[in-house]
């Protein structure tokens, strides 16, 4: 039996794929404006983002914009769960598995998730009450299972393209609900779709 959502996947990894490249620049620059503006944003501590892969909306302008008290940070694989390294451009990275970039560290010697003060995971789709959609793998819902039944932080904030919205999605018990949806467009504090 083949997965519904794969299909969307596919469809909607291809519609963020299609934008023109002024558009995407646009768009990193209004999601980043988001992103300062929530109310929840931390001004010291650290704060992950990721590398935007296979058409994701870019997190430089947002990464290059925030306060020096804050520590930017990329995921990196470990196991079966996601650690985070703080990087800057320049510093070395290396390839994960799957050809994403990650910092050239030893996972061991990167933060643990609930470590962070807030995360931005980049989204395939979301609906405006907050359901999401990601690549699938379960990374970010296993990395950040300890958050059910327990209030932030870590923030948790996902990340598109406003044409990555979808009417509806469902919601799986594992699940990890974000706090707030970013977009070019808007932002979206999600309902109780996700509680």
Known sequence: MTDPRQDLRTVLRQRRRDLPASTRIEAADLL???LLALPFAPRHGHVAGYWAMDGEIALHRWQLSLPDTLAYCL??????????A???PGQALRQNRFGIP????D???????????????????????????GMGGGWYDRSFAFRHGRPAPPWLVGAAFA???????PVASWD????????DAAT???SSVNA
């Open 32 to 34: 980043a404006a988001r």
């Open 75 to 84: 995921p990196v694989l470990h196991e079966r769960v996601l650690r985070f």
């Open 86 to 88: 703080p990087w800057r």
């Open 102 to 105: 990650e910092p050239n560290i």
């Open 107 to 133: 996972p061991l010697d990167a933060l643990d998730a609930s470590a962070m003060d807030m995360v931005v995971t980049p989204l395939v789709g979301f609906d405006a009450g907050g359901a999401r959609l």
């Open 163 to 169: 044409v990555q919205q979808v009417d509806a999605l």
């Open 176 to 183: 990890v609900p974000v706090d707030a949806i970013c977009t």
């Open 188 to 190: 979206l504090f999600p």
